[in-house]
């Protein structure tokens, strides 16, 4: 069974940074993911097993950084340059059986409770 948790979503206003953190068991491929009202959720980042492949959505290429610390099991999301539409739930999410990293959501068969990010104009 995989454990995750995710910390670090906040109310900030827009241009401004975050970092979200998800505490995961096992070193899987390992992606972001979020949900905003009324939408369907969304990849975001994905990293693979050894942190060495990051691929992003092209909304934040540029401003969001996924990284990941296999000693602390821990995965980050830093996110820049923040704008009111990246307003959403941001999940942490672990593929268990993918290889590499994917940004298809049906490759990600666990997800944390989530954190809200609300970035006000």
């Known amino acids: 069974q995989v454990q995750l948790g995710e910390s670090g979503g906040a109310l900030v206003q827009a241009g401004g940074s975050l970092r979200l953190s998800c505490a995961a068991s096992?070193?899987?491929?390992m992606g972001w993911l979020r949900q905003a009202p009324g939408k369907e959720r969304d990849f975001v980042a994905g990293?693979?097993?050894?942190?060495?492949?990051?691929y992003y959505a092209d909304s934040v290429k540029g401003r969001f950084t996924i990284s990941r610390d296999n000693a602390k099991n821990m995965v980050y999301l830093q996110m820049n340059s923040l704008k009111p539409d990246d307003t959403a739930v941001y999940y942490c999410?672990?593929?268990?059986?993918?290889?590499?990293?994917?940004?298809?959501?049906?490759?990600?068969?666990?997800w944390g409770q989530g954190t809200q990010v609300t970035v006000s104009s």
């Open positions: 999410a672990v593929s268990t059986r993918s290889l590499f990293v994917s940004q298809d959501l049906k490759d990600y068969d666990y």
């Open positions: 990293i693979s097993r050894s942190g060495g492949s990051t």
């Open positions: 096992g070193r899987y491929v």
